[in-house]
């Protein structure tokens, strides 16, 4: 393989037992220990037992999903492959910043741990939450959303695909004003609260201080935030670039121009299911797209 990044998803990709196979690693399995061990939290019970509704939790989904991407590396690298480039979406990021040298596994394990907490706990349940919209550009999503202080665009994904988030009655006056403006579909999605929007402005502020303590080190390959679409730059930006992230709009498509840019030509979703990978098509047409989510998965590809 030529230059590869290394994609992770972020919530809505966890399954039950996505981790029951890692786990069969020796190195892995003692990885798992020390990091539940630093975050007091059971990851062995989250990544093999837990059933799909206590995984559809934040503060469950969070850090199950960063171990993964996390056990996903290292099955990588011991296979001969190597990212020079990285992104994460959403919580993504975070084990982003972990394939990329810039953050210790458990330590990671410990701020998402917080973060979905954080974020599980900053509204009440059932007043606010997200949807997608298909078939419409982000500036007309823009257009559509002017003048709202209910309801924001939260992931701008792909030219024709950005997610918007609110309160719920928020979510309703948005939906008719965006097919009104010819949106082809407007999705609910299964998530508990409206992430990436200033209604996230306590957990972020209760994220901060989690971040604060982690001693951050500058990435050793380019790893592009979420927040600005750019390569995040010395250690010390990243606590302040993490919390502003939890509440702004996720910049997917820009991310991954970004790696296209530094010279990636093969991308590689490292997680479970293939979220990610469905948007390449329309992100990096003609880039090669995988997607590993087993450590089968990871001996399919030629190192």
């Not at 969070?62 to 993964?68: I, S």
């Not at 991310?255 to 390449?280: N, Q």
């Not at 329309?282 to 990871?298: D, F, I, M, R, S």
Request: contains cysteine; aromatic residues 4%; glycine residues 8%.
């Amino acid at each position: 393989m030529e230059r590869v990044a290394f994609l992770f998803p972020g919530q809505g990709s966890q399954h039950a037992g996505m981790g029951a196979e890692l786990l069969v690693d020796p190195q892995v399995s003692d990885l798992c220990d020390r990091c539940s061990s630093a975050a007091d939290v059971d990851l062995r019970h989250l990544l093999i037992a837990a059933d799909d509704d206590e995984l559809r939790l934040t503060q469950n989904a969070q850090p199950a999903l960063c171990f993964t991407g996390i056990a996903l590396t290292m099955l990588l690298e011991k296979h001969g492959i190597e990212p020079v480039g990285a992104a994460g979406h959403s919580v993504g990021e975070y084990a982003a910043l972990a394939a990329g040298g810039a953050v210790g596994a458990p330590q990671v394990i410990k701020a998402v741990v917080e973060r979905g907490r954080a974020m599980a706990e900053a509204i009440p349940a059932g007043t606010s939450s997200m949807a997608a919209v298909l078939g419409l550009d982000p500036q007309a999503v823009e257009v559509a959303l002017a003048g709202m202080n209910d309801a924001w665009p939260a992931n701008y994904n792909t030219p024709t695909q950005t997610v918007i988030a609110g309160t719920t009655a928020g979510l309703e006056v948005a939906t008719r004003r965006l097919q009104e403006a010819g949106a082809k579909r407007v999705i609910p999605l299964n998530v508990s609260a409206a992430f990436h929007t200033s209604l996230m402005a306590p957990a972020a502020e209760r994220l901060r201080l989690a971040l604060d303590r982690i001693e951050w080190r500058s990435p050793r390959v380019p790893v592009m935030a979420n927040l600005t679409g750019r390569q995040h730059q010395g250690g010390d930006r990243i606590p302040h670039v993490l919390e502003m992230q939890l509440r702004s709009p996720v910049r997917w498509a820009a991310c991954v121009a970004a790696l296209v840019e530094v010279g990636c030509d093969t991308f590689i979703e490292v997680g479970p299911k293939r979220a990610l990978t469905g948007m390449m098509r329309e992100l990096a047409p003609g880039k090669t797209a995988l997607a590993v989510g087993t450590p089968a998965a990871v001996q399919e590809i030629p190192a």
